[in-house]
């Protein structure tokens, strides 16, 4: 009898440390080859919208609304260098279930084939692509959709930004362009040059990888000039994570889940501060 309430002891220890380990999957952005799946399950409301930019140009924008009874701040999701992925949509899918608005426009739009996005082009046919979205092209769009979704019923009309790898950089540098945008987290992207900090109204998040070399070489002119002005850019390096860890959360031997684990809710924390929420 000892040994079976043993036995069904140790049963009971392993599954919940199994529903932990999954409900703190859960309040994560899904890893990579999981996006969809978890995409398809969501109860969540997401849906397609063409956003209109102006002089004839047009933006394809994901839009996903949290379940709440109060209006919403507004979360403007910026890709990767990969396009607008399903990974990118779970992203946005994430930020809905945490009560923001969350709208990921597909910065690919018209620039794909016969007219199309990201969806007419594989993974390297993206990053050629993408060499053709000018800074300005970006930023007109991006805050085109931040303004399409914060007109919208259920908005409040706060605007932040958050950006991965391609989209990081241009996070950090939409918040140089747009004096509306109260937040602009920026994942493993480069900084702006430091003129341009000088027009920045933002608070800004930078979440970086520690092996990123590449990345990590912008940072400390950045933070320099930011302190000089004294604005506020908060600074976070994962030591032993690698660019891109918030997708690639199976990878660096760990150090990439303990990585995300650490930045999405500072993601989350630091969006609830700036809007006062």
Not at 54 to 61: E, F, I, M, R, Y
Not at 235 to 259: C, K, L, M, P, S
Request: aromatic fraction near 8%; include cysteine; charge should be positive.
């Amino acid at each position: 009898m000892t040994k079976q309430l043993a036995y069904r002891s140790v049963l009971s220890g392993a599954l919940l440390l199994c529903l932990a380990v999954g409900a703190r999957a859960q309040s994560l952005p899904a890893l990579g080859d999981s996006a969809t799946a978890r995409l398809n399950a969501s109860p969540r409301h997401g849906e397609w919208v063409k956003v209109d930019v102006g002089a004839g140009d047009t933006v394809n924008s994901w839009v996903v609304y949290p379940e709440r009874r109060d209006k919403a701040p507004v979360v403007v999701v910026i890709h990767e260098i990969f396009g607008l992925t399903d990974w990118v949509r779970g992203v946005a899918d994430q930020l809905a279930k945490e009560g923001f608005i969350a709208i990921a426009p597909d910065l690919l739009s018209r620039h794909g084939l016969n007219g199309g996005g990201s969806e007419t082009v594989d993974q390297q046919g993206a990053v050629r692509l993408i060499r053709d979205v000018t800074p300005a092209e970006a930023q007109r769009r991006l805050m085109a959709a931040g303004r399409y979704a914060a007109a919208l019923p259920a908005a409040n009309g706060r605007i932040a930004s958050v950006g991965f790898c391609w989209g990081g950089s241009t996070s950090y540098a939409l918040a140089t362009v747009w004096p509306d945008l109260r937040g602009a987290v920026v994942y493993y992207g480069t900084s702006p040059d430091s003129a341009a900090l000088a027009n920045v109204r933002a608070r800004v998040l930078g979440l970086y990888a520690g092996d990123d070399a590449r990345v990590l070489a912008t940072v400390p002119a950045a933070q320099a000039t930011m302190q000089a002005l004294r604005k506020p850019y908060e600074v976070h390096t994962y030591e032993g994570a690698g660019h891109g860890f918030a997708r690639d959360q199976a990878g660096r031997e760990g150090a990439n889940a303990r990585a995300i684990a650490q930045a999405w809710p500072r993601t989350l924390s630091f969006l609830r501060e700036v809007f006062g929420s």
